[in-house]
């Protein structure tokens, strides 16, 4: 009955956070992150998922293509070899990285620094939280995927698990 209890309450606070994230410049990051999916059109499926990501971050987690890979290793999973588009991501990051990605980090380093000036409104607490886990995919979003925050655990879990064998 106590974990029942505790994941209602957990998704009550995502739902909640991502409402606040929504009203405190979520849906402006959703426009930015969609306007550089439409620029870099040919890559506008992956930045789109990162837009959609910055509409409703709480509740989801980012990993990356090598983190998976070694979690379906480790699980026995088929894994895809994707050596080509691993080399092609790095390529995309570096010209993401001196066209949009510095601007879009800095913009959120910036909104964290604000929020966390006003802590004493209680609410913005936890965009802070929200903002700094996406300087990282604003960065270098590219060989990365966004998974629900249980399996992004689970994946850091086993591949520490791992790592101690």
């Known amino acids: 009955m106590g974990l029942r209890n505790f994941k209602i309450k957990e998704i ?10 929504f009203f405190l410049g979520g849906w402006l990051l959703f426009l930015v992150y969609s306007l550089a999916a439409i620029i870099f059109f040919p ?21 990356t293509q090598s983190q998976l890979k070694r979690y379906r290793a480790i699980k026995g999973l088929q894994a895809n070899d ?3 588009l691993n080399a092609l991501g790095g390529i995309l990051n570096i010209f993401w990285m001196l066209t949009f ?13 604000l929020n966390l000036c006003m802590f004493f409104l209680i609410f ?3 965009n ?4 700094w886990k996406m300087i990282r995919i604003a960065f270098m979003p590219f060989n990365k995927v ?10 850091e ?9």
């Open 157 to 165: 879990l086993n591949i520490a698990r791992a790592g101690i064998n």
């Open 43 to 63: 890559v506008f499926f992956p930045l789109f998922r990162i837009a959609r990501y910055a509409l409703w971050p709480f509740g989801r987690a980012v990993v």
């Open 124 to 126: 913005t607490i936890p």
């Open 101 to 113: 990605g510095w601007l879009l980090a800095l913009t959120h380093i910036i909104a964290a620094f």
């Open 82 to 84: 994707g050596e080509i």
């Open 128 to 131: 802070i939280g929200g903002n």
């Open 12 to 21: 009550y606070m995502r739902l909640l956070g991502n409402i606040m994230w």
């Open 146 to 155: 966004i998974v629900p925050q249980e399996l992004a655990d689970e994946i």
